[in-house]
């Protein structure tokens, strides 16, 4: 069985630039989540979806950020403009609809913003 | 606010010793404590979850012990091998059905053959 794939690993854009990022999780999985590791700190949650709908967005760090998960499959992350500090790790994962259901994560997508 | 501390720096022991990871935590009272494992270009691997009415964890050679009064987990590994060589994650979640976790920066654990 595939698990979480992120798309693309990595991506270099210039400030002011759109980037979007995309999420498989794992078949069947409602819960999706987004997750963002800056540099020397710890990885933070942006937001969660169950199926396609918002169920906390409350880490988003501002409106340049929109997620979306259509018809509660795959889910984009888009940045848009892109700015220096959006630099980082972002990892998705996914899980089951149980209390201690295990999260299971994407390798990420490094964004460097120039 | 919610505070979750970690040994940010690495962690070297000989290789058959045991691991001994700390994990404190303030302004929090999880109802989950989780341990994940990351390796460098990799998203973190979930390994144990604690609930805040146990003590104590095992699985095979990984030991979870959680105590809501020190506020405090402890995550050993026993007889140490260079592949558990990876940064090793605390997490906290309250209850709910979902997954929106506090991690910790992480501890680098370097097994030396």
């Known amino acids: 069985e595939a698990g979480v794939t992120q798309f693309p690993s990595h991506s270099v854009i210039e400030k002011g630039q759109t980037v979007t990022l995309r999420c498989d999780p794992i078949?069947?999985?409602?819960?999706l989540y987004w997750y963002r590791r800056v540099m020397g700190k710890e990885i933070k949650f942006l937001l969660h979806?169950?199926?396609?709908?918002?169920?906390?967005e409350s880490g988003m760090p501002n409106n340049r950020f929109l997620a979306e998960r259509t018809g509660g499959t795959y889910s984009t992350l888009k940045v848009q403009p892109a700015e220096l500090e959006d630099s980082g790790v972002y990892f998705c994962?996914?899980?089951?609809?149980?209390?201690?259901?295990?999260?299971?994560f994407g390798q990420g997508t490094r964004l460097t913003v120039v | 606010s919610q505070k979750i501390e970690q040994n940010s720096e690495a962690l070297n022991i000989q290789e058959g010793k045991t691991a001994t990871l700390t994990c404190n935590y303030t302004?929090?009272?999880?109802?989950?404590l989780q341990w994940y494992r990351q390796d460098p270009g990799r998203g973190p691997v979930f390994l144990l979850l604690?609930?805040?009415?146990?003590k104590e964890k095992r699985k095979e050679r990984l030991k979870v012990t959680f105590d809501t009064t020190l506020k405090q987990s402890l995550f050993h590994i026993t007889a140490s091998q260079p592949a558990d060589s990876a940064t090793y994650l605390c997490?906290?979640?309250?209850?709910?059905?979902?997954?929106?976790?506090?991690f910790g920066i992480g501890t680098k654990l370097q097994v030396i053959p």
């Open positions: 994962a996914s899980s089951q609809d149980r209390p201690t259901a295990e999260a299971f």
């Open positions: 078949s069947g999985h409602d819960n």
């Open positions: 979806f169950v199926k396609e709908s918002k169920q906390d």
């Open positions: 302004n929090y009272s999880p109802a989950y």
């Open positions: 604690i609930r805040e009415n146990e």
């Open positions: 997490a906290l979640r309250n209850s709910g059905g979902y997954q929106k976790v506090t």
